[in-house]
């Protein structure tokens, strides 16, 4: 049974993607009944989430020890039981890829984080997994850093569909549309067929009033409380008037007249931070047509439990969420402060994740050999 909630958000047209991959959501059928049951059409992973699903259970052994006992070093280890899981979701959600022509039933994997400052490494790695992965609706992961601009578009320009991740500035995101602009006539004169290539921007919300409301609380006075909690939407409904914006120029027009796909904005990080916000606010205020909203499992229950879908609720909103924003500075945030150290803050999350996978999986291929 479809839950109304979802359905409802799924009709608005957001696509519901699940922020979340593990061997056991595979193996159990837990995801083949989200699919059913919550309107899930893709999903995203990253190095927090394949740790977190390597830390637990035994579902790995096996691979893990034929992998050790053919000699192979922890690096490639990692890389075939995370592109083995990438794999396996791509085929799970294959039939709702075809029936969406590729808008949807896609499944995420993300380069090296230790490759974010080096645009060659990135695309050489991008190359590499969505090669190993093996399926068209794989989207390979690379961040919004300087260094992952030109390796979005390099990537693009092979033909090979990317999530593009860790978006946190309104600067930034436009600068990762014309990268992906850019990809795109470089793939036409490749001769790539334009239709087949398929991106999205993910743009983090949650961390943004993370970082922003405890600089309120430090400031202390009655205008600057009275803005928290409302820096992440204001900044994620400003992203969608920029998508509007570029996705209406003639330059885009000439792409979509060639069969070019529109870059979607994904909403990452929506899961609620500060207990005292209600636990869909990222879902009910960010609807809108033709976005993405990856939700953590925990998200995703609470919209199908109390999720009040109302429509649209960016579109109309843009002068009051750009008054947030020049508010904030009113009383002395730096929005420019704020996302430079937030995508800082995200490289270092990923790659303090993914040498705790290594180490992880190092330990259990010690146990193997011993």
């Not at 000699?71 to 396996?88: P, S, W, Y």
């Not at 006539?185 to 087949?196: F, I, V, Y």
């Amino acid at each position: 049974m479809t839950n109304p909630n979802t359905k409802a958000l799924s009709d608005a047209g957001v696509s519901i993607w699940l922020d979340d991959l593990s061997r056991d959501l595979l193996e159990t059928g837990k995801i083949s009944d989200l699919i059913e049951e919550r309107n899930v059409v893709g999903l995203t992973s990253n190095p927090s989430i394949f740790q977190a699903a390597m830390s637990k259970g035994d579902r790995y052994n096996d691979d893990l020890a034929r992998l050790t006992k053919d000699g192979n070093d922890v690096e490639h280890v990692v890389f075939e039981l995370t592109t083995a899981d990438v794999r396996e979701a791509c085929d799970l959600f294959m039939p709702i890829y075809e029936s969406s022509k590729g808008v949807d039933g896609r499944a995420s994997i993300e380069v090296d984080p230790r490759l974010a400052h080096d645009t060659d490494k990135t695309v050489a790695q991008a190359k590499q997994m969505h090669a190993a992965v093996d399926r068209p609706n794989v989207l390979i992961k690379i961040p919004a850093t300087k260094a992952g601009l030109p390796a979005i578009t390099a990537t693009i320009a092979e033909g090979i569909s990317v999530n593009v991740t860790l978006i946190f500035s309104l600067e930034r995101y436009r600068a990762v549309m014309n990268a992906y602009l850019e990809g795109l006539e470089k793939a036409q004169a490749n001769g790539h067929d334009l239709s087949k290539i398929h991106s999205v921007a993910s743009f983090f919300v949650s961390r943004v009033d993370t970082e922003i409301d405890k600089r309120l609380d430090a400031i202390g006075t009655d205008e600057a409380k009275a803005l928290k909690g409302k820096a992440g939407v204001a900044n994620a409904r400003l992203a969608y008037q920029a998508y509007e914006e570029v996705f209406s120029t003639p330059r885009w027009k000439s792409l979509a007249d060639a069969g070019a796909n529109p870059q979607r904005p994904l909403w990452a990080s929506t899961g609620v931070k500060d207990p005292s916000y209600p636990d869909t606010l990222y879902v009910t205020e960010l609807v809108a047509p033709g976005v993405v909203n990856t939700m953590p499992e925990k998200t995703l229950e609470a919209t199908a439990d109390h999720g009040e879908i109302k429509g649209d609720t960016i579109t109309g909103h843009y002068a009051e969420a750009s008054k947030v924003l020049d508010d904030l500075e009113g009383v002395g945030v730096s929005y420019n402060e704020v996302v430079e150290l937030l995508e800082v803050e995200g490289v270092d999350k990923f790659e303090k994740a993914w040498g705790e996978l290594l180490d992880g999986v190092t330990a259990e291929m010690e146990k193997v050999g011993a």
